[in-house]
């Protein structure tokens, strides 16, 4: 079993990729720092990896983006699972300010799900390939309606309206896959791993970190749900997101304005 992990450097992704290690997998791991990067690396071997490649690359660029998926296109001829896990907070880094990506974007909407959109859209056709496979985007509880007159919060932003923007919109996609991809093989499924796990974004952790390892490995493994595609979890049980998630119209405009900025 061949998994790209993204965000693997650190918290959830890491630990993500550890585990996975301990099942025999190969693992592809991105990261934005080296040298993280590279420790990271070696935690994983360690761990038992069958192999393990790495993959740098900014996130909050979508030419880096473009040029991670041509790395792993190139280098890799199966890719059985991604996790788009890679994400920032509500709070950190740089604070209460709004950011922006380098391509202009607000940088939360553009690092939690624009970066995810680009990279799950160029991988798709290796995903294909590799069928059975699975994407598994790491969401969140924290969801807030997207306001298409104002998706960059130019007018009225708060980092928390902004992350929580982001991550509804990772389960809008997801459902959009899941349609795309019926019969193909290939299986979309989104999740809330856990609440307020001891990452680098929480302040107060609240939940262990291994809770939301085991979810998200078991949406990446779990042969019983091998079949489930278009699903949202909150840690392991199905549930239901933020309404705006199952309006078509709502999908409708953000696959638009996803597939224009991706474009652009």
Request: proline share 4%.
């Given at each position: 079993?061949?998994?790209?992990?993204?965000?693997?450097?650190?918290?959830?992704?890491?630990?993500?990729?550890?585990?996975?290690?301990?099942?025999?997998?190969?693992?592809?791991?991105?990261?934005?720092?080296?040298?993280?990067?590279?420790?990271?690396?070696?935690?994983?071997?360690?761990?038992?990896?069958?192999?393990?490649?790495?993959?740098?690359?900014?996130?909050?660029?979508?030419?880096?983006?473009?040029?991670?998926?041509?790395?792993?296109?190139?280098?890799?001829?199966?890719?059985?699972?991604?996790?788009?896990?890679?994400?920032?907070?509500?709070?950190?880094?740089?604070?209460?300010?709004?950011?922006?990506?380098?391509?202009?974007?607000?940088?939360?909407?553009?690092?939690?799900?624009?970066?995810?959109?680009?990279?799950?859209?160029?991988?798709?056709?290796?995903?294909?390939?590799?069928?059975?496979?699975?994407?598994?985007?790491?969401?969140?509880?924290?969801?807030?309606?997207?306001?298409?007159?104002?998706?960059?919060?130019?007018?009225?932003?708060?980092?928390?309206?902004?992350?929580?923007?982001?991550?509804?919109?990772?389960?809008?996609?997801?459902?959009?896959?899941?349609?795309?991809?019926?019969?193909?093989?290939?299986?979309?499924?989104?999740?809330?791993?856990?609440?307020?796990?001891?990452?680098?974004?929480?302040?107060?952790?609240?939940?262990?970190?291994?809770?939301?390892v085991e979810a998200t490995v078991r949406l990446a493994v779990d042969p019983a749900l091998r079949d489930v595609?278009?699903?949202?979890?909150?840690?392991?049980?199905?549930?239901?997101?933020?309404?705006?998630?199952?309006?078509?119209?709502?999908?409708?405009?953000?696959?638009?304005?996803?597939?224009?900025?991706?474009?652009?």
């Open positions: 079993m061949i998994v790209l992990v993204t965000g693997a450097t650190d918290g959830l992704g890491r630990g993500v990729a550890v585990d996975l290690a301990r099942r025999g997998a190969t693992l592809l791991l991105h990261g934005r720092d080296e040298e993280r990067l590279a420790k990271t690396a070696g935690e994983v071997r360690a761990a038992g990896a069958a192999e393990v490649r790495t993959y740098l690359a900014d996130l909050a660029s979508l030419a880096a983006v473009r040029r991670l998926a041509e790395e792993v296109l190139v280098t890799e001829p199966q890719l059985d699972v991604l996790i788009s896990n890679a994400g920032i907070g509500a709070d950190v880094p740089g604070g209460p300010e709004r950011q922006e990506s380098t391509d202009g974007h607000e940088l939360r909407f553009a690092v939690n799900y624009l970066a995810g959109y680009a990279l799950i859209r160029r991988l798709l056709p290796r995903l294909r390939e590799s069928a059975p496979a699975r994407i598994v985007q790491v969401s969140s509880a924290g969801q807030a309606a997207i306001d298409f007159d104002d998706v960059m919060l130019e007018r009225d932003y708060s980092g928390v309206r902004a992350y929580c923007q982001s991550k509804l919109a990772q389960i809008l996609f997801t459902f959009d896959l899941a349609e795309e991809l019926a019969g193909t093989g290939v299986t979309a499924t989104c999740l809330h791993p856990a609440t307020y796990m001891p990452t680098k974004m929480v302040r107060t952790p609240a939940s262990p970190l291994a809770k939301g595609s278009g699903a949202y979890f909150h840690v392991t049980h199905e549930s239901e997101p933020d309404a705006q998630a199952r309006d078509p119209e709502a999908r409708r405009r953000l696959r638009e304005l996803s597939e224009r900025l991706v474009a652009s």
